[in-house]
């Protein structure tokens, strides 16, 4: 029994799917399913129950299947350590990542971590954040990002850094001059949201209602790049994360504008699997990442501050 083949079984119940698990081995769909059939004619029991559509583990192979994917990750991290002894980091790391996590910041991590570990291959995988979930706790991802972290039962979770939340507009807006503003002042607002099933939006929502304030959210998108071009075109403001809006700050596109009077935040962590042995490299990358700070003082995925938000606007 190879461990070419573990590995095979491990990606055809992780990803549900034997033609996904050819395409990630570089085998054919029919290679794929042959190793599996290998493996129950070694051990003599059914590990799948393909009368089921999708395909359902039997006990013995939900059993096998946990078994199999921590000596893959022993391996792993054994084949690491060997070639630390010749003080090179070297291995595949995995990141699932929501979208505005990983485009505004990982690029930078990514290309610095490259300078000082050329050896490690990194691999993101960009998700919704149940996507990011449910990635970690599949053993598809070494670990994850996303807002708004949540640890359980199977999930462990490790702060990062808060994100400050800023009234973003064009600048056209009736509000484009002002140095700052509060809650009260986006009263009667006309806004544009995010979707009601994100998190940030129902934490904004919160955050509203209890200062009493309402706002005519016109329109609502999943995501903060459509909501930024609606932006633009000025269909209205809107409150979002200060990192994701530096690129149309800079360039005059937007203007963001602190909101005083209250602590308005999106907290940014990294999500694991409890109990998942992490390999070399990706020990390496999430030292990388949590030794950064938003200041960046390394100037690995340095994130200054907008302090001249609102002036001469």
Known sequence: MHLRTLKVYCDVVGKKSFSRAADENGISQSRASQAVNQLEEHLGVKLLDRSKRPFVLTSAGSLFYSGSRRLLQQYDSLEEQVQMLCQEVAGRVTIASIYSIGLYYMNRFVERHREQAPGTLVHLDYQTPAGVYAMVEADQAD??????????RTINMIPWWDEPMLLVCSPQHPLSRM????LRDLAGQRMIGFSTDLQIRRELDRTLHAARVQ?????EFDNIETLKRAIEIHAGSSVLPEPTVRRE???GALIAIPIVGTRLERPVGIIR?????????AHHFLDHLLNATP????GVA???TLSTVGEDR
């Open 179 to 182: 140095p700052s503003i509060t």
């Open 302 to 304: 340095s994130l200054p």
């Open 215 to 219: 706002v005519d959210m016109e329109m």
């Open 249 to 251: 700050v800079d360039s």
């Open 273 to 281: 699997r409890r109990g998942r042995i992490l390999g070399t490299a």
């Open 143 to 152: 670990f994850g990002l996303v807002s708004y972290p949540k640890k359980s």
């Open 295 to 298: 200041q960046g003082e390394n």
